[in-house]
């Protein structure tokens, strides 16, 4: 019996993966785009921050705004009541010698604001010049319609001062106002003032002054 032939046996390895070049085109195309996507994502949100801050800005100055142009208006409303009941005086002389006071007052108040800002300095001149004691007697405002409505939209329709009715004139300026009482008027703007005070400066010439205005 002859002996089987012999059977030469290889060995099978398992196959071994490539192992990827970094240096490959297609691996530096994907990392390429890995690194400019992240740089995208932060552009952007930094984009978004800043613009949010610039909205936040934007409406928090529109809110002051507004509120100083309200403040303002119930300001010129309630010192030209003042002043147009302050003119009630028992004789004429004296209601004279207080339109004279009134005119100087005012004239001060103008000289002591920037002319370049005339609703601030409207505002300033009948604050200082023309806020005084006033009786229950009826008064009318009249005011620009803007500024009356800035009143309106702050404090509501009812909320003038008691026994002032206030009533809107397109014929008055920004930041002024003109006052009716039943024994007179009060034509608080600046332009006025300063011709009231130049009559007043000119009827005085060369008299002395009173103690009580010195």
Not at 46 to 61: G, L, N, S
Not at 124 to 146: F, I, N
Request: proline fraction near 7%; aromatic fraction near 2%.
């Amino acid at each position: 019996m002859s002996p089987e032939p012999s059977v030469a046996v290889r060995p099978v390895l398992p196959a071994v993966p490539d192992v990827v070049d970094p240096h490959r085109p297609d691996a530096q195309r994907g990392a390429g785009w890995a690194a400019g996507y992240a740089a995208g994502a932060r552009r952007a949100a930094e984009v978004a921050r800043q613009r949010a801050e610039q909205d936040a800005a934007a409406r928090a100055a529109a809110d002051a705004r507004h509120a100083a142009e309200v403040a303002g208006a119930l300001r010129a409303l309630a010192a030209a009541a003042a002043g147009v009941r302050a003119l009630r005086t028992p004789v004429v002389q004296e209601s004279e010698r207080t339109l004279h006071t009134l005119a100087l007052e005012l004239a001060e108040a103008v000289l002591g604001v920037e002319l370049s800002d005339a609703e601030h300095g409207a505002r300033a001149a009948l604050a200082r010049a023309l806020s005084r004691p006033w009786d229950d007697e009826g008064v009318t405002v009249r005011m620009h319609p803007d500024d009356l409505a800035l009143v309106h939209a702050a404090t509501g329709a009812d909320a003038s001062p008691e026994g002032v009715r206030v009533v809107a004139d397109p014929t008055v300026a920004r930041g002024d106002a003109v006052a009716e009482h039943v024994d007179g008027w009060l034509d608080a703007r600046i332009g006025t003032a300063l011709e009231r005070a130049r009559a007043a400066l000119d009827a005085a010439d060369g008299a002395p002054v009173p103690e009580g205005e010195r």
